[in-house]
């Protein structure tokens, strides 16, 4: 088994920063790719952002991209969301979750392990 442990969320005004982390224990993050996935209030969940085991494929959704980069630490076991020019409609409780056989994919029902969420909020 896996855990998975999202921090840093928090308030924040329109044009902030955020850095999100995600925290794994139980096993290696070097043997899983790891998504962001986010749900706002009445919205379904969406893709955020993926990378692969090893750091090589990244993807974001066009949402986010240009502001939010992802980054993965094997040896810390850990996986980082740097968010900027963060917009009201960012707002929403992220997740982390890690995929064993894919390599950054942006489907959340192919991810086995999810942590339990922080919340961003963005607004004046």
């Known amino acids: 088994q896996m855990q998975l442990v999202e921090s840093g969320g928090g308030l924040v005004q329109p044009g902030g920063s955020l850095r999100l982390s995600c925290a794994a224990s139980?096993?290696?993050?070097?043997?899983?790719?790891v998504g962001w996935f986010r749900q706002g209030p009445g919205q379904e969940r969406e893709f955020v952002s993926a990378i692969s085991w090893s750091g090589g494929n990244i993807r974001y959704a066009d949402s986010v991209k240009g502001r939010f980069t992802i980054s993965k630490d094997n040896a810390k076991n850990a996986v980082s969301l740097q968010m900027n020019n963060l917009k009201p409609e960012d707002t929403a409780a992220y997740y982390c979750a890690a995929d064993r056989w894919g390599s950054g994919r942006n489907n959340g029902y192919d991810y086995e392990y999810w942590g339990q969420g922080t919340q961003v909020t963005v607004s004046s």
């Open positions: 139980g096993r290696p993050l070097s043997d899983y790719a």
